[in-house]
């Protein structure tokens, strides 16, 4: 007896005396880092995060704004015994871990008690968003650490108005500053958060901050250090004042912002008012109503303000940005709508206890918890990035099946990135030239070619387009589409220039179809690669007004499926298939088409094909006919009516 009183007494120190809040702190970062580290990608992810690996590898410069703390920190990351893509995602994983401790420490400070506190923390670590940005090499989950590093120290310095405080909260900014320029969204927020403290402070914390936030911005020294220092990677080659500034402010992308008309603003908002039900589930956004309630009985309205324009800043940035890759973007947003369900969850709980007897309702208060955080952590797991394995495998076949000297033209920016870290792991050759069309217009870019290829053929004209290309005046869509012909047509230059020297193989990008021709080149299909050839008219004339496909276009968003890269290349393994069968080789179509099925288990083409095969070639009619029917039910009106006569008995 003695014995249980005795641990029922350590129990309740640990969860309800002076231990509860360093346990329940522990919980919320060793909890999600847990969740996080489950999820986290081995294999290279796509676009930015293969180029934020390459970077760290060799020490680089990444697209603007180049982030310089980000880069650091992941070169370091990538020197421990694990794969490159696999330890920037743990990286991720400890910084998003640490970024909601950080939320729990802040939720204390505003006189939240600490289990509370846990829960809130937890369930806004478990949101979507945030376990993306979580689970691959990001800078996301670091910029909101650094984020939250700065309420929490704003928070600090306004409950005491110690000196040191405010030099802490400068470094924070300075630090964030160099990780990601949104963080100029926190600058309005940070002013009324402090506002109430106003007095306290002094010409000795102004300095103090502005010697934090100087100290704080010294990565940015990074980025002129290494494109002086022949970095083969220099995005922007900031190795000049002017090249610098262009690049930290990001003036390349300055045509996206607040561009967008009236019916394409309306369809940002609706895209991200549909993606808060994604979130934590769709039930959960009923307590909404009952957040504000709860948040309008607080005494701290200051506070309260000060998260809500945060909210605010944030959405009228991100609305008005016309890129398809906003997942990042919306997470302060998301943590601010998480916190105010929280708070609604926190109402409905409590006034559910309360109508209880007192021994039921810790135990209620527990168990409506852990119910509230199944969900997501659920969705978290279904979701993980652990199996994400394509990229690699996939590259490293796409480089077999190209011919010697080959000038690899891909508009999949990822396997670039992808080729240039596996010859550096000495797992693909060095003969083949790799361009991505997108960054040809990018005098940059044109320089990087003509060091790392010597014997690649840049016309003189290029440089020519990439002047074209900045003077372009358009914005939103209609500048997007202006960039876009200016680069087919350096494109076209390119190819035209090279094709007496070298092959050259195209990779398109989610391309359902076969094309016939590309850029006035005609196509050839060789499977994972379309073979280029030359135009039976002679090169054609970059200054045409050729009708380029804008692949953005309409896409404003990225396609959930994207979250998982083996998706992407799911039709070009339905291409090889096709290319397979036609040489008469049965086996290898089948397998090329389940290989597609393998990386898109939806895709309903692939589907088909195989089935086809299976059922005239390879005569398994089990496989064959279970397959089709799997088709008809996924493709449904759309199915091919000649599978459907097969299946119903009849001659197709």
Request: glycine share 8%; charged share 20%; net charge positive.
């Amino acid at each position: 007896m003695k014995t249980a009183a005795a641990l029922q007494r350590h129990f309740s120190r640990v969860v309800e005396g002076a231990l509860a809040p360093v346990v329940a702190g522990a919980t919320v970062f060793c909890g999600l880092a847990v969740l996080y580290g489950l999820g986290a990608c081995r294999d290279l992810y796509w676009d930015d995060s293969a180029e934020f690996v390459y970077v760290a590898k060799i020490l680089g410069v990444a697209h603007p704004s180049g982030y310089p703390l980000y880069t650091l920190l992941a070169a370091a990351a990538v020197r421990l015994p694990l794969s490159a893509p696999y330890a920037l995602s743990l990286f991720s994983s400890l910084c998003a871990a640490g970024a909601m401790a950080l939320l729990f420490v802040v939720l204390r400070r505003l006189a939240v008690l600490p289990w509370p506190a846990a829960f809130a923390a937890l369930f806004v670590g478990s949101m979507a968003s945030l376990v993306d940005q979580a689970t691959a090499p990001e800078v996301y989950a670091l910029h909101l650490l650094l984020q939250l590093a700065i309420v929490e120290r704003a928070l600090a310095l306004r409950a005491d108005g110690r000196a040191g405080r405010a030099a802490g909260l400068g470094l924070s900014l300075g630090l964030s500053f160099a990780n990601h320029l949104t963080t100029v969204w926190l600058l309005m927020p940070l002013a009324v958060l402090l506002w109430p403290a106003r007095r306290k402070l002094k010409s000795r914390h102004a300095a103090l901050a502005l010697g934090g936030i100087v100290i704080g911005l010294l990565p940015y020294l990074y980025l002129p250090w290494r494109a002086a220092g022949g970095s083969l990677w220099a995005h922007g080659d900031p190795d000049s004042w002017g090249r610098f500034w262009a690049h930290v402010a990001g003036e390349a992308y300055r045509y996206r912002l607040f561009s967008l008309s009236l019916s394409e603003f309306a369809e940002q908002v609706d895209f991200w008012a549909g993606s808060l039900a994604g979130q934590w589930g769709a039930w959960m956004l009923a307590a909404l109503p009952f957040g504000v309630w709860a948040l309008a009985a607080r005494k701290d309205r200051g506070a309260i303000f000060a998260a809500l324009l945060w909210l605010a800043i944030g959405l009228a940035y991100v609305w008005n940005y016309f890129i398809p890759d906003k997942e990042g973007y919306y997470l302060v947003p998301h943590l601010v709508v998480g916190l105010i369900v929280v708070a609604g969850l926190g109402r409905l709980g409590d006034a559910i206890a309360r109508r209880l007897a007192a021994g039921w309702r810790k135990p209620l208060l527990v168990a409506f918890a852990l119910l509230t955080l199944a969900w997501p952590t659920h969705e978290a797991l279904r979701h993980s990035r652990a199996q994400q394995t394509a990229l690699t495998d996939f590259t490293v076949d796409v480089w077999r099946s190209l011919e010697p000297r080959s000038l690899f033209i891909t508009q999949d920016i990822t396997l670039h990135y992808a080729v240039e870290l596996l010859r550096r792991d000495g797992l693909l050759g060095e003969d083949a030239a790799v361009v991505a069309p997108y960054f040809l217009a990018y005098p940059w870019y044109q320089r990087y070619l003509a060091r790392r290829y010597a014997d690649l053929v840049l016309p003189p004209d290029l440089a020519e387009g990439a002047k074209a290309f900045a003077a372009a005046g358009g914005r939103g869509e209609q500048g997007g589409r202006e960039k876009q012909i200016i680069v087919d047509r350096l494109s076209r230059m390119l190819v035209a220039a090279n094709l007496d020297h070298r092959p050259v193989a195209l990779y398109l990008h989610r391309d359902d179809e076969t094309p016939g021709e590309w850029q006035g080149f005609p196509l050839q299909n060789r499977g994972l690669v379309y073979k280029v050839g030359k135009a039976a008219d002679g090169p054609p004339d970059w200054r045409c007004d050729y009708a380029a496909r804008y692949l953005a276009g309409k896409q404003s968003f990225v396609d959930p499926r994207d979250r998982f890269v083996a998706w992407r290349y799911a039709n070009a393994c339905n291409r090889l298939g096709i290319a397979e069968s036609a040489a008469g080789h049965s086996q290898a179509a089948a397998a090329a088409f389940g290989r597609a099925l393998r990386y898109d288990p939806g895709y309903a083409e692939a589907m088909k094909n195989k089935g086809l095969i299976l059922l005239r070639d390879l005569k398994d009619e089990t496989q064959g006919r279970a397959l089709w029917k799997q088709y008809l039910e996924l493709a449904g009106e759309k199915a091919d009516p000649a599978v459907k006569r097969y299946m119903n008995g009849q001659a197709p």
